[in-house]
């Protein structure tokens, strides 16, 4: 069964620290792993990842994906309160995309 | 980034009734739409995949005469809760996949359903 696991699930951190947050999955027919930041309403797209090792970077966001170990991570350096919210990590498969149960980040002041 | 629209942002309706929900991509052609259910605090759950010009493949569990899905254009899919009740109450969000080789999916802003 096709499965897409987060970890942590949640995570304090304060303002200015760095966070790693992890996606690990067992797709059949992996096409491509995407990441999206859920606030109060629907996600919203952060990253696309289609090749190993190489990184995609947004402002302080960055990710990048291991087809080897199965996995990918995403990275925000000199967190905000702002980023505050839930990661979602989804595998595409052949005809639908997998979520994983998101990661709740919490960046205090 | 694509853009998706959902109609409407939020409804309450009568235990009952029936609602629509229309999700719309406004720039580009989705020939494949997906509806997602959300409880609070938990990830999406897929309803089902609502596919241009064909019957949508609904997920185990999903009611089909329930949870009507109509795909009738490249732009726009429909979700129509049959006879609500409470337990229908939920945040529903639809997406739409881009094609080509960069394809993705993009969310709508999801529709809040309250049934009382």
């Known amino acids: 069964e096709d499965k897409v696991v987060q970890s942590p699930l949640s995570l304090v951190v304060h303002e200015g620290d760095t966070v790693t947050l992890n996606c690990s999955y067992e797709?059949?027919?992996?096409?491509?792993l995407l990441w999206y930041k859920q606030e109060k309403k629907a996600p919203t797209f952060l990253f696309m990842l289609?090749?190993?090792?190489i990184e995609k970077k947004s402002g302080r966001l960055s990710s990048i994906l291991d087809k080897k170990e199965l996995s990918s991570i995403l990275n925000i350096t000199a967190t905000q309160t702002g980023d505050s919210a839930i990661y979602l990590c989804?595998?595409?498969?052949?005809?639908?995309?997998?979520f994983g149960t998101g990661t709740r980040l919490k960046v205090l002041a | 980034g694509a853009v998706v629209s959902q109609h409407p942002s939020r409804v309450i309706c009568k235990s009952g009734t029936s609602v629509k929900i229309e999700c719309r991509s406004l720039?580009?052609?989705?020939?494949?739409m997906f509806w997602y259910r959300q409880f609070p605090k938990q990830s999406l759950m897929l309803m089902a995949t609502?596919?241009?010009?064909?019957?949508?493949?609904?997920e185990q569990g999903v009611e089909k005469d329930k949870f009507l899905i109509n795909h009738a254009s490249l732009t726009l899919s429909t979700l129509t809760v049959t006879s609500a009740h409470p337990e229908d109450s939920s945040f529903y969000i639809c997406?739409?996949?881009?094609?080509?080789?960069?394809?993705?999916?993009?969310f709508g802003p999801g529709t809040r359903l309250l049934v009382l």
């Open positions: 997406s739409a996949r881009t094609t080509g080789t960069r394809e993705t999916q993009y």
């Open positions: 797709v059949t027919n992996f096409r491509s």
């Open positions: 289609t090749s190993s090792g």
């Open positions: 989804a595998v595409a498969g052949t005809y639908k995309y997998i």
């Open positions: 720039d580009f052609q989705a020939t494949t």
């Open positions: 609502s596919n241009e010009g064909s019957k949508a493949t609904y």
